[in-house]
């Protein structure tokens, strides 16, 4: 990225950069419920399970539903399960504040099921971006060329003068092709590389 111009525009995943889960909290359901260490987020992330509910196709109780009947987990401790809903990282939350406090479009660009709007209103961080290009709204999930398209769209800005931070390697890598600068996130030490990138 160095040899390019500034980004002119910050992509930015959700999960993995802006919220994070205590696994602990989750265990702890499987565990009251006797079902197997992590058998309910592996359901969950299956492709069988999780495609349908990121693209739009499914509700996020349908993908609850799913993962229950995978698992054999009951309602309960599926509700018990869901009702955890992670932290968010400080650090990555004041990055996104001075970047768009600088003038640079901000949108969270995110693989989600239907009920994002108000994941973002529980952690109450609904209005720290200028969009929100969520998976299931669109029709397409990350890597795909159709979601960065959109994201593209969501700021205004050609591929080439966006800049995408996430913590997946295949969803880097499927920015790349598209010609968007990415970067994969490892924590808040690498906000002083994406500053600059933008050009702050």
């Known amino acids: 990225m160095a040899t390019r111009e500034n980004a002119r525009a910050l992509l930015i995943d959700f999960d993995g950069v802006l919220r994070h889960y205590d696994p602990a909290a989750r265990v702890a359901v499987e565990a009251r419920y006797d079902l197997e260490h992590d058998s309910l987020l592996d359901a ?3 492709g069988p399970i999780l495609t349908p509910a990121i693209t739009g196709a499914w509700t996020r109780q349908q993908w609850l539903d ?45 693989n989600a099921t239907d009920d994002l709007e108000a994941d973002l209103a529980v952690h109450g961080i609904a209005e720290d971006f200028d969009a929100v290009v969520n998976s299931s709204a669109v029709g397409a999930a990350k890597p795909s060329p159709e979601f960065y398209q959109a994201a593209c769209v969501a700021v205004r800005t050609v591929p080439r003068f966006c800049l995408l931070v996430d913590d997946s390697n295949r969803n880097i890598e499927g920015a790349r092709r598209v010609g968007i600068a990415a970067f994969r996130w490892s924590g808040a030490s690498d906000i002083p590389y994406l500053k600059a990138a933008l050009g702050l």
Not at 91 to 107: D, H, K, N, S
């Open 44 to 46: 969950g992330l299956s």
């Open 66 to 110: 799913a993962i229950g009947a995978a698992t054999g987990a009951p309602p309960e401790a599926m509700k018990e399960w869901d009702a955890y809903r992670g932290y968010i990282d400080p650090a990555a939350l004041a990055f996104v504040r001075e970047v768009r406090a600088a003038g640079v479009p901000v949108a969270l660009c995110t």
